[in-house]
């Protein structure tokens, strides 16, 4: 049965005192942090880890969490507190991840496109896993551990042509899409590379997409890495782990989707076949209910057609989601007016006519100075910030308990600057 994951901990609520997440008054974090600023909850980061962490207790799992999503330094050390390990995506995200305080054998290296120095650098720390794109990736990386005497963990991550369902620039589980091997030649990659000096095969690896909202694709793309290992069994070559990547969706818009239960009631049974460990690499699944992106209207207009618009001081530049795949994320404003809702467009105040964060969304009265609160911004918001205008990236703030810190602050012209002659 599908339930929905709007049963998760929702960290935002109106309270008498306007919005607050976790307790702590909205208005009070910006009258101290300004706008616009990343609000997170610490509650809402450990409950949705738990529910995965338990969605899977009956199997043997490691969590992975996806540094892509969110890798503020306060959010990873919360994270690693709860048991978590890291997949990192690039070079930088490995040393955030050790910055945090993960140690290299828990963090799995991901991501098509490695560089000669990120493999190097991947390979001298002694990473837990190289999920490797290409044939020629895992010869590149054999090639390196030998010059540095070392012995690399690679996985190689298989691209089963399978459709995730998702946002077309969010699936990459498809033949068209640029990511792993074909299954049909990873058996061959693996049975060619039993014995190359420099590589233990540790694992198999897949991602076919992200905010994934049906179960089929996910179950689908579990089966046949499954399949693949049991081949690859019958080959000699005995793997730790099966890493399943991450994709689990979110309820942005309040539609019943698919939750962590669900998600591990579906794959399990096929894990089973092989009785390997799993690798799950969630990253939206574990932050994006958590923060929240505040911001500050500063200005309103009406245009002779009755279309009506809401200017924010916070735009793609802070959150590009709407932008870019034209997702869909709740506004509620910290003090709602009284009066009837209309219809307005909240748009941000980049020189791009793309730079909206929602049309005709029905919202009470609206003036100059208020706040609103963009929901759902806690996974690939921040961290697809730009300086795009020469905005400058916003504060975040984290509460916990009721009370908040700033666990960034917001840059400075400076700070941009300094890079500069
Ligand atoms: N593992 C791999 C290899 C990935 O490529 C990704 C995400 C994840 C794990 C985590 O996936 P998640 O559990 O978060 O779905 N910027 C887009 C999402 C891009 C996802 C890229 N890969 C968005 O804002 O929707």
């Known amino acids: 049965m599908i339930t929905c994951d709007l049963l998760v901990y929702q960290p935002f609520e109106p309270t008498g005192h306007g919005l607050a997440c976790d307790g702590a008054s909205i208005q009070s974090i910006v009258d101290h942090a300004g706008t616009p600023t990343y609000v997170y909850s610490a509650r809402a980061i450990r409950d949705a880890y738990r529910a995965i962490d338990d969605a899977f207790a009956s199997y043997p799992h490691v969590i992975h969490y996806a540094l892509k999503a969110n890798s503020t330094l306060a959010i990873m050390r919360l994270l690693r507190s709860l048991g978590s390990r890291a997949d990192a995506n690039s070079g930088g995200e490995i040393r955030v991840a050790e910055r945090a305080g993960f140690a290299p054998s828990d963090i799995v290296f991901t991501g098509v496109g490695k560089t000669r120095e990120e493999l190097e650098y991947a390979i001298a720390t002694g990473v837990g896993a190289i999920n490797a794109e290409s044939a020629g990736e895992l010869d590149r990386i054999a090639a390196l551990a030998c010059t540095q005497g070392r012995v690399a963990r690679v996985a190689v991550r298989v691209n089963p042509d399978i459709d995730a369902q998702s946002h077309p620039n969010i699936s990459t589980g498809l033949r068209t899409n640029k990511f792993g091997v074909p299954l049909q030649d990873a058996r061959a990659i693996y049975r060619e590379r039993r014995g190359t000096k420099g590589l233990r095969l540790v694992g198999v690896h897949i991602h076919i997409g992200s905010q994934i909202t049906t179960l089929d694709p996910l179950r689908r793309a579990a089966a046949s890495l499954v399949s693949l290992a049991l081949e690859l069994g019958d080959d000699g070559v005995s793997l730790e782990h099966l890493d399943l990547g991450g994709g689990l969706g979110i309820a942005y818009e309040g539609r019943p989707i698919i939750n962590p239960a669900d998600y591990a009631g579906a794959v399990i049974p096929e894990l089973r076949r092989s009785g390997v460990p799993v690798v799950l690499e969630p990253g939206r699944a ?131 600057l300094s890079l500069e002659s």
């Open 286 to 416: 574990v932050v994006g209910h958590s923060g929240a992106l505040v911001a500050r209207v500063v200005d309103t207009k009406r245009f002779p057609d009755g279309r009506t618009f809401a200017v924010l001081d916070a735009g793609m530049g802070e959150l590009i989601r709407p932008a870019l795949y034209g997702s869909f994320h709740r506004i509620v404003p910290v003090a709602p007016r009284p009066g009837a809702e209309t219809a307005w467009d909240v748009v941000g105040p980049i020189c791009e006519s793309s730079d909206v964060f929602a049309r005709d969304r029905m919202l009470p009265p609206l003036e100059v100075d208020d706040l609103v609160a963009i929901l759902d911004a806690g996974a690939y918001g921040s961290v697809m910030g730009s300086n795009y205008n020469r905005h400058l990236l916003p504060a975040e703030v984290m509460v916990d308990a009721g009370a908040w810190t700033v666990i960034r602050r917001r840059q400075t012209l400076e700070d941009v």
